[in-house]
């Protein structure tokens, strides 16, 4: 017998934002070890790379006349200025993962995040909060990749966005990194579950045949029920 309802199986769009210094790349490398079909959008970037990162894997580094032609364009899905540099979504491979099933999870700024709620407001906008500010500051100075002068900048923006929290659809404090994983990942898998993916409900079976299953004692003799 077939199933009763047909849902959509195509991959949800999930935004994942959060101060500077509140574990977005951390989370997103930890849910590798919870589920494997999910790709993580790779944003470009004015901004001069970190010590470790890498051109198209952590990032597209590129200048800002580059971004400015991508703008032009229409490359981008949002785009966002943060701490005196460009950051934005690139609109190509994202359509073609959600339509093969694969969940696209976008790492962007806050501004970006509220960008795209308009232009996309069917996604799954996830807020990551550190637990303290001073948790914050302590991670922000502990990257030991910025100048104090910039830590600061990022700091008051972080109170800022935090102002944000109530246009998103969950919130995570990261407080514990294994566990802020798994609830962005059960945020993640819920979607799966919603309402709004069912495209069909097979309820037109022919009366005939379910009221003859139940007036047959073998169909009922013939299931094994414990109790």
């Excluded at 500077?20 to 901004?47: A, H, M, P, Q």
């Excluded at 590129?62 to 609109?91: C, M």
């Excluded at 948790?135 to 002068?149: P, V």
Aim: charged share 30%; glycine share 4%; aromatic share 10%.
């Amino acid at each position: 017998m077939s199933k009763i309802i047909k849902s959509n199986n195509k991959g949800s769009l999930i935004v994942l934002s959060g101060p500077s210094g509140s574990g977005k790349d951390s989370v997103c490398e930890r849910l590798k070890e919870y589920n494997n079909n999910f790709w993580v959008s790779i944003s470009c970037t004015t901004r001069e790379p970190r010590e470790g990162e890498e051109n198209g894997i952590d990032y597209f580094f590129i200048t800002k006349d580059e971004f400015k032609e991508k703008v032009k364009n229409q490359e981008l899905l949002e785009y966002a200025v943060y701490n005196n540099n460009y950051y934005g979504t690139p609109k190509d491979k994202i359509n073609e993962y959600l339509n093969n099933g694969i969940d696209v999870i976008l790492v962007i700024e806050v501004q970006g995040a509220l960008k795209i709620k308009h232009k996309v407001p069917e996604a799954v906008f996830i807020f990551l909060m550190p637990p303290t500010m001073k948790d914050l500051i302590y991670r922000l100075k502990n990257r030991g990749t910025e100048s104090d002068e910039k830590i600061i900048n990022r700091f008051k923006e972080a109170y800022k966005e935090i102002n944000e929290v109530t246009k998103y659809n969950y919130v995570v404090i990261n407080d514990d990194l294994d566990e802020a994983s798994r609830k962005v990942n059960a945020i993640i898998e819920s979607q799966k579950c919603m309402v709004e993916r069912i495209e069909e409900v097979y309820l037109n079976n022919p009366e005939e045949e379910i009221h003859e299953l139940l007036m047959d004692d073998k169909y009922f003799k013939n299931i094994n029920v414990k109790f």
